[in-house]
């Protein structure tokens, strides 16, 4: 069974940090694309972070960049989101996914295109 399983979460204060892991079972990540999404109350589910493979070349939103980083460690069928500077508005539950066939990491990421189903995700709060 394909399952992507989201860990990490949290509440943190205003300027601090906080690793996601995403962890897949029943498929390996190494021939797909990974992404982290998210969705605060009343938004739409957004692109954060997209990876591609094999070549490592990455996507990340504007109001991200420069904070968070997507990593990838195929050996551990794990993926990581490293948030850095986190602010109040980084607030909202994350997901991962993984798709393929794609020419381009960040269409995966803008357009939401991905080939598994959205777990449960993982609540993300920034609050002081």
């Known amino acids: 069974q394909v399952q992507l399983v989201e860990s990490g979460g949290g509440l943190v204060q205003p300027g601090g940090s906080l690793r996601l892991s995403c962890a897949a079972s029943g498929f390996t990540l190494d021939y797909y694309h990974i992404g982290w999404f998210r969705q605060a109350p009343g938004k739409e589910r957004e692109g954060v972070s997209c990876i591609s493979s094999p070549d490592g070349s990455t996507y990340y939103e504007d109001s991200v960049k420069g904070r968070f980083t997507i990593s990838r460690e195929n050996g551990k069928n794990t993926i990581y989101l490293e948030m850095n500077n986190l602010k109040p508005e980084d607030t909202a539950v994350y997901y991962c996914?993984?798709?393929?066939?794609?020419?381009?990491?960040?269409?995966?990421?803008?357009?939401?295109?991905?080939?598994?189903?959205w777990g449960q995700g993982i609540q993300v709060t920034v609050s002081s």
């Open positions: 996914a993984a798709a393929f066939g794609l020419s381009s990491v960040r269409a995966m990421c803008i357009n939401r295109i991905v080939n598994t189903s």
